[in-house]
């Protein structure tokens, strides 16, 4: 029973979806904002659970699959089938409430931030090639290194800029914090990529025979740990204190804010030898619920 309820919670993409509220909560915290409307983080909610199931559900007669997660879909094909289009159907009515809501606003947004949200759903679009092939064969997963980059990007506009431009559209606030803005975009963005690069080493051999050169077929699996993880992770870190020295940070949120590095660099390690795949949903995801959770206990402490 136990073990069921944990794969209908990741398999089924519930808990990503917690992630994208927790990284929005975490976004407007850090800017000090007040919180976005109730509806917003529902539609995100489901939003995100109807996106990464859409990709992940497969047809009712496949075989068997080897693969744990391709399996459970297999079995609650009827399941999938019935409650996304329950899902499909309150995000319509949330997204329309939400555009209601922002309408006023709209004519006031920046130009840049246009064509930053724009970016965003086209990103997403694209990624898993969900346009008809007969309008527009471009399928960014198949992209090799640039694809956890491009994931990245999805998750920073999402959690970084949408709740900002949900207050701005609905209460007419001006954000005057704009380096703090950017510093979170681009910083969820780098974590992000970094979250999806661990992923692709789940999928380095279905990578490798697919001939998708990722970084971890490109340059092997302990390679990729020591060459492009670390790297990545030590440059955030020494980017994180720098910006935390320039806007006079106390001691206690900077330490707040270095766990998630820490964490992300204990889990990079611990990549060195195999594991299952509910090891890196509940692992590897976590380490953005971790990220989210001291970024919001950060600002409480700073106050």
Not at 21 to 34: D, F, I, K, N, R
Not at 78 to 106: E, H, N, R, T
Not at 171 to 196: D, E, P, R, S, Y
């Amino acid at each position: 029973m136990y073990k069921r309820i944990i794969q209908f919670v990741f398999f089924a993409n519930y808990f990503v979806g917690l992630l994208a509220v927790a990284l929005s909560v975490e976004t407007v915290c850090q800017l000090g904002l007040p919180l976005n409307a109730i509806y917003y983080y529902l539609f995100l909610f489901f939003a995100t659970v109807l996106y990464y199931t859409w990709a992940y559900t497969v047809p009712a007669n496949i075989a068997s699959s080897p693969n744990p997660r391709t399996e459970w879909y297999r079995r609650h094909h009827s399941f999938i089938k019935k409650s996304q289009l329950v899902i499909a159907i309150v995000c319509a009515l949330l997204g329309i409430w939400q555009v209601k809501a922002a309408l006023p606003g709209l004519a006031d947004l920046p130009f840049y931030y246009w064509l930053l949200l724009f970016s965003i759903p086209v990103a997403g679009i694209l990624y898993y090639g969900l346009l008809p092939p007969s309008f527009l064969s471009i399928n960014l997963r198949n992209t090799g290194w640039l694809k956890p980059f491009v994931i990245g990007y999805v998750w920073a506009g999402c959690v970084s800029l949408l709740p900002v431009v949900v207050h701005m559209t609905e209460n007419g606030l001006l954000i005057n914090k704009t380096g703090l803005l950017i510093w979170l975009f681009v910083k969820n963005w780098m974590f992000c990529t970094v979250n999806a690069i661990m992923f692709d080493i789940k999928d380095y051999a279905d990578d490798a025979n697919r001939e998708l050169k990722t970084f971890a077929v490109r340059f092997g699996l302990n390679k990729t740990i020591s060459f492009v993880l670390i790297p990545l992770l030590l440059i955030g870190f020494v980017a994180f204190i720098i910006f935390a020295a320039y806007n006079n940070f106390g001691y206690l949120p900077v330490l707040i804010n270095l766990v998630p590095f820490i964490c992300l660099l204990m889990v990079a390690y611990s990549l060195h030898q195999p594991w299952e795949l509910l090891y890196y949903l509940i692992i590897i995801d976590g380490l953005l619920l971790i990220k989210a959770l001291c970024g919001i206990l950060s600002t409480i402490v700073s106050k």
